[in-house]
Structures are given as structure tokens and as C-alpha cells.
């Protein structure tokens, strides 16, 4: 069982800059694909980006490539998402996600955080 915890969102203004957080309970965290997702009110919830246990392999979702980038330090059980030029469309709650493969299902989701980006 692993528990995520999201931390790091909150109110930036386009053009602007946030960086997530996501803490991971447990001792197998480098064993785990992680992945960031995001909902937007109304909307399904979509991909934003993927690691591999390893931080080599990153995947990224076309709207957020060039802007966002995912990292992980393994040390810290901790995957980052620092989110650059941030537009009024990134508005959304963000989910961490964690796998221990690297396809479309995700075992283990954290409660999410809010990021607001005002025009």
C-alpha cells in the first residue's frame, strides 16, 4: 500500500510558476512509475505527465510539453512537477499517481491539490 500527498498548489497569475509536491509513504517508492494528472471543473480527468522508477524516462501530455517538467528524487520518496508559463487552462486540481508499470492504470492516487491561474 502506498500513500500519496500532493502539496505545492495554490493561486499564480499566467506566466507565472508553480512547483508540486508529492510525498510518498512506504520503502518501495523507487520501484513506482509516477504520474501527475489534472481535472479541471467539468472536465475528465487527463494526463499531464509520467516518470519512470528511475527519473530517465518522462512523458509528457502535448498541452504542458516545453513547460512542465517531472522530476523525482528517490532518496526523498518525493516526485516534483515544476510548472512553467502557467496559462488560465492549467487551472485544475493535480493528482500524483503511482504503478509499478508504465501503462494507463494507475494503482494509488493522492487527494489531489488546486492550482488557480488567474488571467
Known amino acids: 500500500q502506498v500513500q500519496l500527498v500532493e502539496s505545492g498548489g495554490g493561486l499564480e497569475q499566467a506566466g507565472g510558476s508553480l512547483r508540486l509536491s508529492c510525498a510518498a509513504s512506504?520503502?518501495?517508492?523507487?520501484?513506482?512509475?509516477m504520474g501527475w494528472f489534472r481535472q479541471a471543473p467539468g472536465k475528465e480527468r487527463e494526463f499531464v505527465a509520467a516518470?519512470?522508477?528511475?527519473?530517465?524516462?518522462?512523458y509528457y501530455a502535448d498541452s504542458v510539453q516545453g513547460r512542465f517538467t517531472i522530476s523525482r528524487d528517490n532518496a526523498k520518496n518525493t516526485v516534483y512537477l515544476h510548472m512553467n508559463r502557467l496559462k488560465p487552462e492549467d487551472t485544475a486540481v493535480y493528482y500524483c499517481?503511482?504503478?509499478?508499470?508504465?501503462?494507463?492504470?494507475?494503482?494509488?492516487w493522492g487527494q489531489g491539490t488546486q492550482v488557480t491561474v488567474s488571467s
Open positions: 516518470i519512470n522508477w528511475s527519473g530517465v524516462s518522462t
Open positions: 499517481a503511482a504503478q509499478y508499470g508504465m501503462g494507463p492504470h494507475y494503482d494509488y
Open positions: 512506504g520503502r518501495t517508492f523507487s520501484s513506482y512509475t
